[in-house]
């Protein structure tokens, strides 16, 4: 079976073809970021206006990439929500009008089923079941995943989510949109400990973790930083915060993921979501090893990452998370968006 995956839910078109018996043949992504750039963010309209334009062209280019046409596709899958309501509507207006002209089904598909999926297309796989750290623009959360379809919230971050902490924190370090990439690049020029940051709800006992505040750390770092340098912001000082604001996120989410694995007795770590692309954490978790009592031997954990370029958003996640829901596909009628849509809803 082929299933065409297209991802619209913010700012990358995303068009993929996964076939059930040779893998993901086809993935092809087109990124807004130097569109949304001189607006230092997303413009949800501008958003869903270019999603619109490239969707023709890249599905084709995804079957030519693939060696195939449109008459081989068995189903179409989707990206329904959580996301912008407009660029939501691009790809669902799209994928449904494609299906229905073809005369084949829709698979409505969860962002962050997609996500948390997306190390399923590595050449390495987890096994069932597994820790999935999400931790994209939008969220930040635990899930126990048991099987497709069969998941639990473990935990969340209260208010901004990791990657949206990433991004406003580079932006008032005056980066370029979207700044959390650059920013931990500039992490890796800075001194240690030349400034530390807090670690909010690191011993809170549970999974639910806080980003705003640190946010607000570093912008009271900063103003004094300006104060004493006649309003400038050297940009030696600015690497070393941008490494004690990267290290401040790594530590909590380090010391979460240690508490997710201990709570679910799981060993397995699945880490997803363009935060999943940060080399500091990468690094820490790859060698993350637990102690369920402090007395007792540390063991280790296997820590899965999906392909970089498959942390981002992208189609391929949503062709696989469709391909693994064929059961699901329904006739393209009418349809609908679901721009916040809690993942834990999905009744499968
Ligand atoms: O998963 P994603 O592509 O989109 C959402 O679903 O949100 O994640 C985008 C987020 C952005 O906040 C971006 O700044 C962050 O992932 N990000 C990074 C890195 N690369 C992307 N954050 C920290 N370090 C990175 N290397
Ligand atoms: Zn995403």
């Not at 993901?24 to 501008?46: C, D, F, K, R, S």
């Not at 079941?129 to 994209?136: E, R």
């Not at 060698?287 to 392909?307: C, G, I, M, S």
């Amino acid at each position: 079976m082929l299933v065409l995956g297209i991802e619209s839910s913010c700012d990358e078109t995303g068009v993929a073809l996964y076939s059930t018996e040779h893998g993901l043949i086809g993935n092809q992504l087109h990124t807004q970021m130097a569109m949304h750039a001189e607006y230092g963010g997303v413009v949800p309209e501008l958003a869903s206006r270019d999603h619109i334009r490239r969707l023709v062209p890249l599905t084709q280019a995804c079957l030519h990439e693939a060696g195939k046409n449109y008459a081989d596709i068995d189903a179409v899958a989707y990206t329904q929500g959580p996301g912008l309501g407009g660029a939501l509507l691009a790809g669902c207006a799209y994928a449904n009008a494609l299906a229905f002209s073809l005369g084949k089904p829709v698979i409505p598909v969860h962002h962050l089923e997609g996500h948390l999926l997306s190390p399923l297309l590595a050449e390495e796989k987890p096994d069932f079941p597994f820790v999935a750290l999400l931790v994209s623009g939008g969220h930040t959360q635990f899930m126990a995943v048991r099987g497709i379809g069969d998941y639990e919230l473990l935990g969340e971050s209260v208010d901004d989510a990791a990657g949206e902490a990433f991004d406003k924190t580079a932006k008032l370090l005056g980066l370029p949109y979207p700044g959390g990439a650059k920013l931990s690049e500039l992490a890796k020029l800075g001194r240690p400990d030349a400034f530390t940051f807090p670690r909010p709800m690191l011993h809170s006992r549970d999974l639910q973790m806080s980003f705003s505040g640190l946010k607000t750390a570093v912008l009271t770092a900063v103003q004094n930083v300006r104060a004493e340098h006649g309003g400038s912001l050297p940009d030696a000082i600015r690497n070393d915060i941008c490494r004690a604001f990267q290290d401040a996120v790594v530590d909590v989410l380090l010391a979460k993921s240690r508490q997710a694995l201990l709570h679910t007795g799981y060993r397995t770590l699945v880490v997803a979501g363009g935060v999943g692309a940060n080399w500091k954490l990468r690094a820490e978790l790859a060698a993350l090893q637990v102690r369920p009592t402090p007395k007792a031997k540390p063991e280790a954990v296997r820590t899965y990452f999906p392909p970089l370029p498959l942390c981002t958003d992208n189609g391929a996640m949503i062709a696989f998370a469709g391909a693994m829901h064929l059961q699901q596909a329904q006739p393209a009628a009418g349809f609908n968006v679901r721009p916040r849509w809690p993942l834990a809803e999905i009744v499968r």
